[in-house]
């Protein structure tokens, strides 16, 4: 039984999606019951994850050289379940934030499906060619989704996206040949004994497949396209972006560093990675600090906690382990219900610059609530899965004794801190002159409380840690 | 024992982070049921907490553990120097409820207000009772979350800038302390609060990363506990309203960092570690530093808050002081004045908070002849600034007395000195003001009778006969100091 | 019945507060303030026994001793005298402050008399101190500003002192009561400190010379009953704070004991000489006051000192400290009195004259025994004072006469309990002096010594009056104190201006925004000139860098 559920969890939402192209109008409600499911399935699967042992699908049956398998450990149902999770919300606050306009809401419904499917089975991969063929599908479910703002207002955001995926996509295709030529397989497993070590190719091979992640994943300085893409999109689809799409490329990043490129990978490159990371935090609170509009200063804030998990790369302790992953769950919860946050704020202002917040913390309280409570676990700051992760990730250098990463983290927290009271100070800003008349109506109920839930759920990740690093687990291979 | 008493810490906490949530929910209307909530949240809590004193003073052991990441426990427990604590936010909390339901009276805002409000008072509750730096941190950063808004309430410029100074002090300091924390517990492991300390074998081993963290834990701490120089947020943030304030001052944050303190020394360092790294002498000359120039400062300020504020700064030293000049005498006199300057700084910023809503003075020499038309308020804003100065039988005496023997039995002869240039100090800014209102005719024509409304006046007159009966009734067995001299009992003779 | 005790100054605090909250007017004052006096009259004839509250303060003991004894009972008359001659000050506007101010001194008054042990004492004395603030400067003048801030800083200086020297005792015991205290100073690390910061901190309660430029300032601000008190019984606390607290005949505390000594002479004479080149009745009057407490200080100055021994020695100070309380409370009083009848003039008469020493009066029983005490050559010295005393008192009554204003004297109630005053200061040394000492006054000697300092001081006065045109300020060496004080805070705030705090913040604000400023054109350039080639080529480096540390790893 548990064996088909890795199946269905990539089969039923590519067949909902399907099914709404060929319906050719939105049926929001379908929808709601393939998260639903999708979660099920997802729980079902933690059920069997929590046992110890990883759970193995084989496709199609083929022998061991062809066969297709989607595997689930720890690492992967973690993922999926932040991805079930977020499906969830952001489903239902789809419902009215795409309900009028009839042509965009049948694309969103058709589209959202399938990147959810293509989520599922990039988590399940376990061959570098099939997790090529995941990632690409789910950056082409995801330009798209850009586009629904509005074609005129996002379409160069979506031709830069595009242009960036598809040459980080050519890199990766590009290492992955490289690597296969040298090891004759791309199965996860098998990879680090098949690869010969000591020749140049195969430190290239993994070379170009970082770089082709880390241009996917929008890691500094690959990172200009994501803040007009994420900004651009509408607010679910910005949730949805900036939580589990680029969140992917760094989760394979995780998964390929300590499992296939275990052998290739050396002590410097993880600092390389590292200092990367520690630029990106410090230059994207920086540059989210500095926005003029909201949704701006939640995608740079993206740009910078993505910075965050490359820190796993130099330190590679458990804690760090923990943490980095820990910090993806975190964010992604946090982020998600950021956007919903800013999403609603939009609505009702009709524009995002910050000079309109003034004053408007009465119409739109529990979204403000939603936005501060989902920033106190971006800031890091207790009891929040920001936090947890800020905590193995500190403890994770101190142990190692590189403490030059600390101080990126503490000064991370502090900016991030700066960004997020910002919006919120303008928010509280009492004008002498009567508030302006507002066009937009106020956000309704199913708006405003999916925000508040994810962001209760951010700060709640704080508290239930302990199960969910006890299903992830140790660093795979012991650490370096 | 039943679980459920023992889990007694954890109920308390919830009785205000409750209140808070269903006020948050409540929304703007609905005013009546909202006072009503706020009230009986208040009183619940001081139930709670009045049941868990009796518990305590029988021996009875309060303690919650949850699992919250591998390793680390939440840990929610209540001794002794947590009920000092508790006792007095949960009285206060309920007289400056009342104060601040009348204070904001048809006043905007008020559901956002009283919501954050309560989860002050829900984090002041989990700092009191944390079991461990852990916990302590979280409500730690709760705490200056939830202050925020409260201190920009008003919402102009001005409270902007405030909350801005308050954010990146606190923030900052938060973000040190939690260096220090991940320090100690990458050193040592998971530590939970037991007096005397539990790191006296590792103090000959690792002296030096010891002192480090400790400077590290101590600068954290102080930031709240404002000692200079990183008091700098706690000046500009007398733009909050009174009641906001009196919280700020009395019940929660100045107070939080200070708790914080003695509880790293007491419990996490222990005494003997402490004085053996040699810090227990660096924290007394910076708090004596802290209570001198807070003095100084507060002679030149003109607005009445504004000097109370730097008054503060000035007088939370003192349990600074207490605890680092480590013997029983001077622990006592710090301890007690945890309680005695909370009474007495409350009261005075409850006054002030009459005198600017009565009206509308802010600035001290508005207030020439005030105590024609206000005889009670100025009355108990006479009782909280000569406590402050240290006069008997105010609770600031008691404090002042005890420090001042412990000084002498420290062998530490210049803490008198500073403890006397504190009691002249004190004496130059606070006696004008008291001068001022008594003696000087009124500037303007009116000097009928006009006191602050009931809602006002009558926490006040709570407050301020709280701080004469503490000092008054020092010696009985229910008294504040009888309560700090069992603690400090067992402390030094585990 | 020993409740008796805690009643006394209980009773007085409860009043008050009824003063603040606008019920007490000038009956029921008066009736409270004598019915107070009637318990403490009772306290003083059953002498209950002493009192020990452990839960008050840091412990509270209460009880009479010798001393206090006497001075309860002068107290139980002053206190109503003084207080229905102030009758009209309980009303009006300021009725509610003043009422609150006095029933608090007379609270503490009592309560300093009474309590035994140094927390609560201290607590009673700080209590007087305080709320007699009040007092001084209810006139709310500039005159009595100026007053009551040097009274205050004299004050707050003596109290810090005192709170000095009390760590450094109750850090030997707690809260020792008086019975402790030989133990304590015995048992010191250094006793010669906390005795001298204790000497010198009730030093500034009895005006010993340098620290009496409080009184002369303070008297005539003040309103005439509020003078009396202040006057007649405040300045008692620091004697009785000397007399419990200090231990008698200790090693290291001889050299102050001597200093004291050479203080109180040198105040008897000097202060004497200094009020008689003033021009006010009451700051003449202070004067006197100054110089009484100097000779009071001389047998207290013996005791510690160990020449004399404490059972001749308190009866003296008990005799000559009551005999004061009631004459110069008489005396203030009778600045009113003065623009009255003629009988009144007399009765002032008399009562300045007893001061002197005039012969059959109880002022000479004072005297006597606190010669009979004393060691040659130091009975001379007391006599040769008398001079000076009497010369003070004439210029007291002469200023009285030529200033009298022409108020209509104080009511019935008020003038008989003033007659009452003056009767009992007359006479009540009688009931006290020993039989020696009686028969001494009474001696054809003892009338003879009493008689020609008088004398010889009215011959003086005859002559030299017209001729004295030397006058000198109130508060005699205040005044040079005060401008050199001022020109000290004028140069640190000067200095604090130079520093500039304020300037700097002000440049540090600047200099933020300049390097906000610089910072967003920098930013600004970056971004603008960050073209996509720029980034494309640095994707390029990097993948090479990559590999070339992979390579260099691998």
């Known amino acids: 039984m548990t064996e088909a559920l890795p199946v269905l969890l990539v089969f039923v939402p590519f067949l909902a999606g399907l099914g709404q192209f060929v319906l050719g109008r939105a049926v929001p409600w379908s929808q709601q019951f393939v998260s639903g499911f999708n979660l099920l399935l997802v729980l079902l699967l933690l059920r069997a994850v929590a046992g110890g042992e990883p759970v193995i699908a084989d496709l199609g049956g083929w022998g061991e050289p062809l066969a297709i398998h989607l595997q689930a450990d720890g690492l992967a149902t973690l993922m999926l379940l932040l991805t079930a999770v977020l499906a969830v919300a952001i489903s239902l606050y789809a419902i009215p934030a795409f309900g009028g306009h009839a042509r965009s809401a049948w694309q969103f419904w058709t589209l959202w499906p399938l990147l959810l499917g293509s989520l599922n089975a990039l988590f399940l991969s376990r061959d570098l060619f099939n997790i090529y063929v995941t990632l690409e599908l789910v950056t082409l479910a995801a330009i798209p989704l850009v586009l629904l703002a509005g074609p005129r207002k996002t379409v160069d955001a979506a031709l830069r996206y595009l242009l960036f995926a598809l040459l980080g996509s050519l890199i990766y295709l590009a290492g992955v040949a490289l690597l296969y030529a040298q090891a004759g397989t791309l199965d996860l497993a098998l990879l680090p004994a098949a690869t010969p070590t000591g020749s140049l190719a195969g430190p290239l091979a993994a070379a170009l497949i970082i770089t082709g992640i880390l241009i996917k994943g929008a890691i500094l300085p690959f990172h200009i396209w994501l803040p007009a893409a994420h900004g651009g999109a509408p607010a679910a689809v910005s949730a949805i972006l900036s939580a589990l799409v680029v969140k992917a490329a760094i989760y394979l990043l995780l998964r390929l560093w300590t499992g296939a490129l275990e052998p290739l990978v050396s002590i410097a490159a993880g600092q390389l990675l590292g200092l990367l990371g520690a630029s990106a935090v410090l230059f994207g609170s920086w540059q989210a600090f500095r926005q003029s509009r909201l949704k701006l200063v939640v995608a740079y804030s993206t740009v910078a906690q993505l910075g965050y998990m490359l820190l796993f790369f130099p330190m590679a302790v458990t804690a760090a382990w923990q943490g980095a992953v820990y910090h993806g769950l975190a964010h992604g919860v946090a982020k998600a219900a950021l956007f919903l946050a800013a999403g609603n704020l939009l609505y009702y202002l009709g524009q995002d610059r910050l000079e309109a917040l003034r004053g408007i913390d009465r119409p739109l309280a529990v979204s403000l609530l939603a936005f501060g409570l989902a920033g106190v676990s971006i800031m890091g700051l207790p009891p929040s899965g920001g936090f947890t992760a800020k905590w193995l990730l500190l403890t994770a250098s101190l142990q190692t004794g590189q403490w030059w990463w600390t101080a990126a983290l503490v000064a991370g927290g502090l900016l991030a801190a700066g960004y997020i009271f910002r919006v919120l100070r303008l928010a509280f800003l009492q004008s002498a002159e009567p508030a302006e008349r507002r066009d937009g109506p106020v956000p309704g109920r199913l708006m405003a409380w999916t925000a508040t839930a994810l962001a209760l759920l951010a700060i709640g990740l704080g508290l239930i840690s302990a199960p969910l690093l006890d299903l992830l687990g140790d660093i795979p291979g012991g650490g370096s | 024992m039943s679980l459920a008493y023992q889990a007694m810490p954890l109920w308390v906490l919830l009785s205000s982070l409750l209140a808070a949530a ?120 709760m705490l200056t979350l939830a202050t925020w808004p409260l201190v920009i309430h008003r919402g102009t410029q001005q409270a902007m800038r405030a909350g801005r100074g308050y954010l990146c002090y606190t923030l900052g300091g938060g973000a040190v302390l939690l260096l220090g924390i991940v320090l100690l517990h990458g050193l040592a492991g998971p530590q939970d609060f037991v007096a005397g300390g539990t790191l006296v074998e590792r103090g000959e081993s690792h002296p030096l990363v010891l002192t480090l963290i400790f400077a590290l834990l101590i600068t954290g701490m102080g930031v709240k506990a404002a000692l200079a120089p990183l008091h700098g947020w706690l000046p500009t943030a007398m733009v909050a309203p009174a009641p906001v304030s009196a919280l700020l001052h009395a019940v929660a944050v100045v107070k939080a960092g200070a708790f914080g303190i003695v509880r790293v020394v007491y419990d996490v360092y222990g005494i003997e570690l402490t004085q053996a790294l040699g810090m227990a002498e660096v924290l007394a000359i910076a708090a004596s530093v802290t209570i001198i120039y807070g003095s100084l400062r507060a002679i030149w300020q003109t607005d009445l808050k504004r000097r109370l504020a730097y008054s503060t700064v000035s007088q939370v030293s003192y349990i600074a002081l207490g605890v680092a000049l480590a013997n029983p005498l001077a622990s006592i006199g710090g301890l007690v004045h945890l309680v005695h300057q909370g009474l007495m700084k409350i009261t005075l910023f409850f006054c002030a908070g009459c005198y600017a809503e009565t009206h509308g003075i802010h600035s001290i020499d508005e207030l020439d002849g005030i105590g024609r038309r206000m005889p009670w308020t100025t009355a108990m804003f006479t009782l909280g600034a000569l406590g402050m100065i240290g006069l008997p039988p105010l609770a600031g005496f008691i404090s002042k007395w005890y420090l001042g023997l412990g000084a002498v039995a420290a062998g530490q002869l210049w803490v008198i000195g500073v403890l006397l240039a504190s009691t002249v100090l004190n004496a130059i800014y606070f006696l004008p003001i008291l001068h001022r209102a008594w003696f000087r005719p009124p500037k303007q024509a009116d000097d009928s009778l006009a006191e602050a409304p009931v809602g006002l006046l009558g926490p006040t007159l709570f407050a301020g006969f709280a701080a004469l009966a503490v000092g008054l009734f020092a010696g009985s067995g229910w008294s504040p100091l009888a309560w700090v001299e069992l603690l400090v009992q067992r402390e030094y003779s585990p | 019945m020993n409740l008796l005790l805690m009643l006394l100054p209980s009773l007085p605090l409860v009043l008050g507060t009824a003063a603040l909250a606008g019920r007490l007017g000038r009956n029921s004052a008066g009736g409270g303030v004598i019915g107070t006096c009637v318990v403490a009259l009772l306290v003083v004839l059953l002498e209950p026994s002493d009192l020990h509250l452990s839960w008050l303060l840091l412990g509270t003991t209460l009880a009479l001793d010798e001393v206090s004894r006497v001075l309860l009972f002068c107290a139980a008359l002053l206190w109503p005298a003084a207080t229905l001659a102030a009758g009209g000050l309980f009303e009006g506007r300021d009725g509610r402050r003043f009422g609150m101010c006095w029933l608090f001194t007379l609270s503490g008054n009592l309560g300093m008399l009474l309590s035994q042990d140094l927390a609560s004492f201290y607590l009673c004395f700080a209590v007087m101190t305080f709320s007699a603030y009040g007092l001084v400067v209810h006139k709310a003048n500039h005159e009595a500003w100026y007053a009551g801030r040097i009274y205050l800083i004299l004050a707050i200086g003596g109290e810090s002192l005192l709170l000095a020297g009390i760590f450094l005792l109750a850090a030997e015991a707690g809260n020792p009561t008086v019975a402790d205290i030989p133990q304590v100073f015995a048992a010191l690390d250094r006793p010669a400190l906390a005795g001298g910061l204790l000497l010198t901190g009730f030093a500034v309660k009895m005006g010993v010379i340098p620290l009496h430029v409080w009184l002369p300032l303070a008297h005539p601000a003040a309103p005439v009953p509020a003078s009396a008190v202040l006057s007649g019984l405040l300045v008692k606390g620091g004697l009785i704070g000397w007399l419990r607290f200090l231990p008698s005949d200790t090693e290291p505390l001889q050299l102050a004991a001597d200093i004291l000594l050479l203080l109180g002479f040198a105040g008897a004479f000097l202060a004497a000489l200094a009020g008689c080149l003033q021009q006010r009745p009451k700051t003449v009057l202070a004067y006197s006051t100054i110089s009484q407490m100097g000779l009071l200080t001389v047998p207290v100055a013996l005791l510690l000192g160990g020449r004399l021994d404490p059972v001749t020695a308190m009866p003296v100070i008990a005799l000559f400290a009551g005999h004061h309380v009631l004459a110069k409370g008489a005396l203030f009083l009778a600045v009113d009195h003065w623009p009255g009848a003629r009988w009144r003039r007399l009765v002032t008469v008399l009562l300045a004259l007893t001061i002197a020493g005039l012969p059959i009066s109880g002022g000479l029983l004072a005297k006597a025994a606190l010669k009979s005490t004393l060691i040659e050559p130091l009975p001379l010295l007391v006599t040769l004072s008398s001079i000076t005393t009497s010369l003070l008192l004439l210029r007291a009554l002469q200023r009285l006469r030529e200033t009298a204003s022409d108020q209509p004297p104080p009511d019935t109630l008020a003038t008989w309990s003033w007659v009452i005053l003056a009767i009992a200061a007359v006479s009540l040394p009688w009931a006290l002096a020993d039989g020696d000492v009686r028969s001494y006054a009474m001696a054809a000697s003892g009338l003879i010594d009493a008689s020609w300092p008088i004398a010889l001081a009215g011959l003086i006065v005859l002559l030299g009056a017209r001729h004295l045109r030397f006058t000198i300020a109130e508060g005699d060496i205040l005044a040079p104190i005060e401008r050199l004080v001022r020109r000290m805070l004028e140069s640190v705030n000067r200095l604090r201006d130079q520093l500039g705090l304020e300037r700097a913040q002000a440049a540090l604000e600047q200099g933020h925004r300049r390097a906000a400023d610089g910072k967003d054109r920098l930013l600004g350039l970056l971004e603008r000139d960050l073209p996509e080639q720029l980034v494309t080529l640095l994707l390029i480096g990097l993948l090479l860098l990559l590999g070339i540390l992979l390579i260099a790893g691998g």
């Open chain 2, 22 to 141: 269903v006020i948050f929910a409540l929304g703007e209307g609905r005013p009546r049921l909202r006072i009503g909530i706020n009230l009986a949240a208040a009183l619940i809590k001081l139930v709670l907490v009045g049941i868990m004193l009796l518990g305590v003073r029988a021996g009875h052991e309060f303690i919650v553990r949850l699992p919250l990441m591998p390793g680390i426990d939440l840990v929610l427990q209540a001794d002794a120097l947590s009920m000092l604590f508790i006792s007095l936010s949960a009285l206060l909390w309920l007289a400056t409820t009342i104060y601040a339901i009348a204070y904001l009276e048809d006043s905007p805002n008020r559901a956002r207000f009283f919501g954050f409000f309560s989860l002050c008072v829900a984090a002041t509750m989990g700092i009191a009772t944390a079991g461990n730096l852990f916990t302590f941190f979280i409500f730690y950063e």
